[in-house]
């Protein structure tokens, strides 16, 4: 019989495939009706893949800005038991391992900004290399390399980027433990050898953003977000180490497979069982990654201020967040009222704990974690805050994006780059960017509206608004 | 771009939601590898604006032809990136589960080939590697960007 890939209506923003076939559960997709509509199918044949794998927990979850990818959907949270046979999944992490989002404040109001933001674009421009074939200013060696990818952002500040403080506004405190810098090829040490403290290209940007709407003053309060306040949003990744990693363990995990006994349904499904010597590798090597990703933010944050000395020397940039949104994470979760420790694929899925979770900096206890969302170059971004309930509806997750409703074929071929770059200058946005073409693929309609997404992240208890940032600057590969 | 008929040689860039797909064909295996790789150059940049001045040897080795196309345009890539150059031209000779091929290039040039993506890796997803009805090959594949 074939299968009904047509989700069933659950809530106004919660859809369900039931489990059948070859499902072991459900896939569960958070987004509005228009959202739904709008959804490529091959999402729901992606869906029903990752629901199809070994010691999946729960249900496949897709976020509001779910989209195509490769092997798990872009927006895509599945949690897998080690004890119940559970996988872990390069194409369920991504390439970009640990791509993800840093907020900072400047402490300026936009009135203190405006008159310098065109040399405020210039100098972070020049000042951040970005695009295809940029080199960082930091080329390390062998040693260096290995206490970098062991020691993420604590190895960039015991380097003299950024500070403690720094520190405690990062993920897992800005190192992740478990990472093995020793099952990281040096294919990927070589590929990463110039890159360190780059933005890479595509979607990756700086933007310098005002703060333009609250949703909620009291947790903007805490996130030290005010209105009219300018900020700066960073969205990179782990750089060529993580793309070669990806790419290594992708092969490695098609060809052992079968010696697993796992049928995959696609090979782009590829992975191997957690408790197996390739999972386990995976699992060092990526958090390698992690760690070198964390380090990326953290030199192109220095890069920043660097940046900001220069044209306002008044600034104090100082993170508001940083997290990230191509992982598989440890953690441990209730299910059906028992606790079980879970590895958490998010790719294109951000981690969103609720109040009171106890891996949150103190001083974001009592309002959630902050949840970074970027959007595009000309709609804006939002900082959300996660809820308690998302623990119950999504393993404590929630969107990353605005996410794309245009390929970068249509993208191209609809809009000129200088079109793009003039239409958003008349209203304010400066773009500095090395290629056009590249401005054009990222064209703000090219993207779903991210208002949409929050507010289906929202009314579907994943996370909730807590600012809207508009762009002011925006600095692409 | 692509023309119909076995003799057809081509390549072209497909369209995916997230990322972009990457397809050749040509009257024999080796020609449609060698198309993919125009078509990876082509969602970089524009090939014929890409100078042959150094060239790559690359040598790789996979049990389907499938998992050989991921593992060529991996190659590139990988030379790409470490080497910062961008490749306008490719030969290809395939021997079995072997494949050796060169790819002629130059250091990439921002202001002038205007690199609209930075290629991170091949991927398994709408990869097909197959001998079409008409006779002509296809070898395509998304890459992630």
Redo the contacts between chains.
């Keep these: 019989m074939a299968m009904q890939l047509a989700p069933e209506r659950v809530s106004e923003v919660e859809w369900r495939i039931p489990a059948q076939g070859r499902m072991r559960v459900p896939a569960v997709i958070y987004a509005s009706e228009a959202l739904v509509r709008a959804l490529?199918a091959?999402v729901y044949e992606q869906l029903v893949g990752v629901a199809s794998l070994p010691g999946i927990v729960g249900a496949a979850y897709a976020m509001p800005d779910a989209?195509?990818?490769?092997?798990f959907p872009?927006g895509d949270v599945a949690g897998f038991d080690p004890e119940a046979g559970g996988v872990v999944s390069a194409?369920g992490v991504?390439?970009?391992i640990s791509c993800g989002v840093r907020t900072l404040t400047t402490g300026l109001p936009r009135a203190a900004v405006e008159s310098r933001l065109d040399a405020l674009a210039d100098a972070l421009f020049h000042a951040i290399p970005a695009?295809?074939?940029s080199?960082g200013a930091v080329v390390l060696d062998d040693a260096a390399m290995d206490a970098m990818l062991a020691g993420g952002a604590c190895w960039a500040v015991d380097q003299g980027f950024g500070t403690a403080a720094d520190l405690e506004r990062i993920e897992a405190q800005g190192c992740i433990a478990g990472a093995r810098p020793d099952l990281v090829s040096a294919?990927a040490k070589?590929?990463q050898?110039a890159e360190l403290g780059t933005l890479?290209?595509?979607n990756h940007y700086l933007e310098v953003q005002e703060v333009a709407e609250l949703y909620d003053a009291a947790t903007s309060a805490a996130f030290g977000l005010v209105p009219g306040a300018v900020v700066v949003s960073i969205h990179c990744g782990s750089r060529?180490l993580g793309?070669?990693i990806?790419?290594e363990f992708?092969?490695a995990m098609?060809?052992a497979a079968p010696g697993y006994g796992i049928a995959l349904p696609?090979?782009?499904l590829?992975c191997a069982p957690l408790n197996s010597p390739l999972g386990r590798d995976y699992l060092g090597a990526m958090r390698a990654a992690i760690n070198c990703a964390l380090a990326n933010r953290q030199l192109v944050t220095q890069l920043a201020r660097r940046a900001f000395a220069k044209v306002l020397p008044e600034a104090r940039l100082e993170l508001v967040y940083d997290v990230s949104h191509n992982t598989c994470q440890e953690e441990v979760h209730q299910i059906e009222g028992r606790e079980r420790r879970l590895f958490v694929h998010r790719k294109g899925a951000t981690r969103a704990f609720g109040p009171g979770h106890p891996e949150l900096p103190a001083a974001y206890r009592p309002w959630g974690q902050p949840v970074l969302i970027g959007g595009s170059m000309g709609t804006g971004s939002y900082v959300l805050a996660g809820m308690a309930e998302s623990e119950r509806r999504a393993l404590a997750s929630a969107c990353h994006g605005a996410g794309?409703?245009m390929?970068?074929?249509?993208a191209?071929r609809r809009w000129g780059g200088r079109l793009v770059v003039d239409e958003l200058a008349r209203r304010g946005i400066r773009v500095r960017g090395?290629?056009?073409?590249?401005v054009?693929?990222e064209a703000p309609g090219a993207y779903k509206d991210v208002a949409a997404v929050v507010a289906a992240a929202e009314a579907a208890g994943l996370a909730r608004r807590v600012a809207r940032l508009v762009p002011l600057a925006c600095i692409k590969? | 771009m692509m023309a119909g008929g076995a003799s057809a040689v081509g390549y072209e860039?497909?369209?995916?939601?997230?990322?972009?797909g990457v397809r050749g064909c040509g009257p024999d295996l080796a020609s449609a590898f060698a198309q993919a790789a125009l078509a990876l150059t082509a969602?970089?940049t524009e090939p014929a604006a890409v100078a042959a001045a150094v060239a790559v040897d690359i040598d790789c080795c996979a049990?389907d032809p499938?998992?050989l196309l991921?593992?060529w345009l991996?190659r590139l890539?990988?030379e790409m990136?470490?080497r910062?150059l961008?490749f306008g031209r490719f030969e290809v000779a395939i021997d079995g589960d072997r494949l050796r091929g060169r790819a002629w290039g130059e250091?990439?040039d921002?202001?002038r080939?205007?690199?609209?993506?930075?290629a991170?890796?091949?991927?398994?997803?709408e990869?097909r590697v197959a001998r079409e009805a008409d006779g002509r090959w296809v070898a395509q594949c998304?890459v992630?960007?």
């Design positions: 490529d091959k989209h195509w990818g490769y092997g872009i194409g991504g390439f970009d695009g295809l074939g080199t294919r070589l590929r050898r890479g290209s595509g060529g793309h070669q990806g790419t992708l092969r098609v060809v696609d090979r782009e590829a794309r409703s390929s970068r074929n249509q191209a090395h290629s056009l073409r590249g054009a693929e590969g | 860039t497909f369209s995916h939601e997230a990322d972009i969602a970089i049990p499938e998992l991921v593992d991996n890539i990988y990136a470490t910062g961008v250091p990439v921002p202001p080939h205007q690199p609209a993506v930075e991170k890796g091949a991927t398994f997803t990869l998304v992630d960007v």
